[in-house]
């Protein structure tokens, strides 16, 4: 069982350049969501997706954007990299709901943008 | 605000002594969850412990127990007998189910745990 699998695990971008990670999860999770970690500052919600079909926006979205055209499928897309987005990205998933539905992580993404 | 308070940006242990790496959370919710993860240097996210809202015993997962304080809003995590391999970053998270959008997930800024030969 893979769980939440992030592809690439590592990118380097230059300035302007566009670039997709993506996320896949075999789990049945309705949610799904993207973070960014940066020293010091914990993980931020960039966006998230209640469904397939669904995207909204989380705490730091600008420069980012999403798709889920399939529910095991959470695409996220950067439109012109600049250096501040250069973080270590996560995705995860969750059932939904209440109770102990934890949410499950992929191992990460680091993209470094010269 | 703040949703999620982590205050010890780093804590250091020795080896089989007792941490406790403090939490607090602020929500006008009455169901939430609130979890603590694990991330050692390789950098997964590992989940560690959650207590619901509504549980009136702490939870406890083997060497590892939240302390909750639902009037204090604190959700401590005491981690017994620390081994070498429990130095890692360690983060609290809390979950709102909030009206439209579901589920809100919301991280602190973790704590560093070093633990001491």
């Known amino acids: 069982n893979a769980g939440v699998t992030q592809t690439p695990k590592f990118r380097v971008l230059k300035t302007g350049q566009s670039m997709t990670l993506l996320c896949a999860q075999d789990m049945n999770h309705e949610y799904m969501y993207w973070y960014r970690q940066d020293p010091g500052m914990g993980l931020r919600l960039i966006h998230y997706?209640?469904?397939?079909?669904?995207?909204a926006k989380g705490e730091v979205p600008d420069g980012y954007n999403v798709s889920r055209l399939k529910k095991q499928n959470f695409l996220l897309g950067l439109e012109s990299a600049a250096p501040s987005q250069t973080s270590v990205y996560f995705c995860?998933?969750?059932?939904?709901?209440?109770?102990?539905?934890?949410?499950?992580f992929g191992a990460g993404s680091r993209l470094t943008v010269l | 605000a703040q949703k999620i308070t982590q205050t010890q940006p780093g804590m250091f242990v020795q080896e089989k002594e007792a941490v406790t790496l403090d939490c607090t959370y602020d929500?006008?919710?009455?169901?939430?969850?609130l979890f603590w993860y694990k991330q050692p240097s390789s950098g997964e996210m590992i989940f560690l412990i959650y207590q619901g809202s509504y549980d009136e015993q702490n939870a406890t997962e083997g060497r590892y127990s939240l302390n909750f304080q639902k009037a204090r809003k604190s959700a401590n995590l005491v981690i017994s007998a620390s081994q070498l391999g429990d130095s890692a970053m360690y983060f609290c998270?809390?979950?709102?189910?909030?009206?439209?959008?579901?589920?809100?997930?919301?991280f602190g800024t973790g704590t560093s745990l070093t633990v001491i030969p």
């Open positions: 995860a998933s969750s059932m939904g709901g209440s109770g102990a539905n934890v949410l499950t």
């Open positions: 998270a809390m979950r709102e189910n909030v009206v439209y959008t579901g589920n809100q997930f919301y």
């Open positions: 929500t006008s919710d009455q169901s939430y969850g």
């Open positions: 997706s209640v469904g397939e079909g669904t995207t």
